[in-house]
């Protein structure tokens, strides 16, 4: 992260969000505030930003919708910490709120937006059980023939000797448990497989999941101008609870996949998806 803290406000009254963004500017003087007023707003900077923020300020009244309805989209994708922030007489909604997934709530009264600063220093410092550099993404396509690496990176640094082989292990080992039935029968994002052994890799074990994808250069017309792309999430055996979060990381490669018009185009936008994943497992 390029700042030392990034906030996402989402507060459609302009004047209390000047108050709260400038209490939080005096606190940490190198914060990156974004202020959007609506939930498409809020999910779209979430998605620019690749979900790399410390935590989001979340208003309750926000016009025709509520703060727990943006929340529940929130928490489809990323634990990023959530504030909310409720009017006087609310507090049962902000108990709605704890249960939905938010981390803490304040209530509009008095000067508030002096408090914020605080409770921002009390979350932020939330670290995730998981060691990113021990984690890694891989993303594989196949047809009748075998698999193909797309695109894999950031193999931890003791198997970088041989990353070739660990590459090819996997894919074949992808191939064996997505490429073993009807091919024409396989559904896109329906099948997830794992958590199984990663040969030549100790202790590491793949969840994966197979999308289908158009592809205007495939020849054989038993697949009827598709592929097949396998993303495989590796990591080692004490992190094989991260598998309890691979529906988030679905979502995001629900969207990406949605934006794929051709399996080329893959390798050219996958290190974008690939910084939104890691992001997200980072609030696990």
């Known amino acids: 992260m390029s700042n030392d803290l990034r906030v996402l406000l989402v507060e459609d009254d302009s004047d209390i969000a000047f108050l709260i963004k400038i209490n939080i500017i005096k606190a940490f003087p190198e914060v990156e505030v974004h202020i959007t007023q609506t939930k498409e707003d809020a999910l779209n900077i979430l998605q620019k930003y690749k979900y790399d923020f410390d935590i989001i ?3 309750y009244l926000l016009g025709d919708i509520t703060g727990l309805d943006i929340l529940e989209e929130i928490r489809k994708i990323t634990d990023i910490p959530v504030l909310i922030i409720t009017g006087q007489g609310s507090e049962e909604v902000a108990v709605k709120a704890m249960k939905m997934g938010a981390q803490d709530y304040i209530v509009k009264r008095g000067r508030f937006f002096s408090k914020i600063p605080e409770i921002i ?6 670290k995730s059980r998981y060691d990113k550099n021990k984690i890694f993404l891989a ?3 196949f047809g009748t023939s075998g698999t193909e690496p797309i695109y894999v990176n950031r193999i931890p640094e003791e198997y970088e000797e041989i990353k070739e082989t660990v590459i090819l292990s996997l894919g074949v080992m992808l191939y064996t448990l997505f490429g073993m039935g009807e091919i024409d029968k396989l559904e896109s994002s329906s099948i997830i497989s794992g958590p199984v052994r990663i040969p030549k890799m100790k202790d590491y074990y793949a ?12 020849m054989d017309k038993r697949l009827e101008g598709k592929d097949y792309c396998i993303v495989a999430l ?3 055996f004490e992190y094989q609870d991260i598998a309890q979060g691979i529906e988030k990381i679905r979502n995001i490669l629900n969207k990406f996949f949605d934006s794929i018009n051709d399996v ?21």
């Open 139 to 141: 993303f594989y396509r």
């Open 207 to 218: 969840t994966s999941l197979l999308y289908i994808v158009e592809d205007k250069n495939q």
């Open 57 to 59: 300020l979340l208003d």
């Open 234 to 236: 590796a990591y080692p």
């Open 121 to 126: 220093e009390n979350i932020k410092t939330k």
């Open 264 to 284: 080329s185009e893959i390798s050219e936008k996958v290190k974008d998806v690939e910084e939104q994943i890691y992001n997200v497992i980072s609030w696990f």
